[in-house]
């Protein structure tokens, strides 16, 4: 799929700094739709499965977006540089997280919400 700006803008500045870009997410487990989740549960013994698909929507704000880089998502990378090239490499990701905007700031990511009963 397509990548998300802050994302691509992440792998850009690492490319900068000389870094390789995160590995991407692998999500194997992810239902492919509504359908195939609810097909799912029924195959396991539920019964009255109901199933709907949404999209979760998160605004990142530059520096919330660099927060969760620096401190979760590439944190072992960043604990492994040097007090200075740390600031650096932050202070660049905000500047070029800055040229965004909001829109382009927010993440939304497909969940796909199925309930039912168990089997007795």
Same mark, same amino acid.
């Given at each position: &799929?397509? +990548? =998300?700006?802050? =994302? @691509? +803008?992440? =792998?850009?500045?690492l490319d900068e700094f000389g870094f390789d870009p995160p590995e991407p997410d692998s999500h194997s487990g992810d239902a492919a739709s509504a359908r195939a989740?609810? =097909? &799912?549960l029924r195959r396991a013994g539920f019964r009255g499965v109901r199933a709907h698909a949404e999209v979760l929507a998160h605004r990142w704000t530059a520096r919330g977006y660099a927060d969760f880089i620096?401190?979760?998502?590439? *944190?072992s990378l960043f604990d492994e540089l040097e007090r200075g090239e740390r @600031?650096? !490499?932050r202070r660049r990701l !905000?500047? @070029?997280?800055? *040229?965004?905007r909001p *829109?382009?700031?927010t993440l939304r990511l497909p969940v796909v919400y199925v309930?039912? @009963?168990a089997p007795d």
């Amino acid at each position: &799929g397509a +990548i =998300d700006p802050p =994302d @691509r +803008i992440l =792998d850009e500045v690492l490319d900068e700094f000389g870094f390789d870009p995160p590995e991407p997410d692998s999500h194997s487990g992810d239902a492919a739709s509504a359908r195939a989740a609810a =097909d &799912g549960l029924r195959r396991a013994g539920f019964r009255g499965v109901r199933a709907h698909a949404e999209v979760l929507a998160h605004r990142w704000t530059a520096r919330g977006y660099a927060d969760f880089i620096e401190h979760f998502s590439e *944190e072992s990378l960043f604990d492994e540089l040097e007090r200075g090239e740390r @600031r650096a !490499l932050r202070r660049r990701l !905000l500047e @070029r997280l800055g *040229e965004l905007r909001p *829109e382009e700031l927010t993440l939304r990511l497909p969940v796909v919400y199925v309930t039912g @009963r168990a089997p007795d």
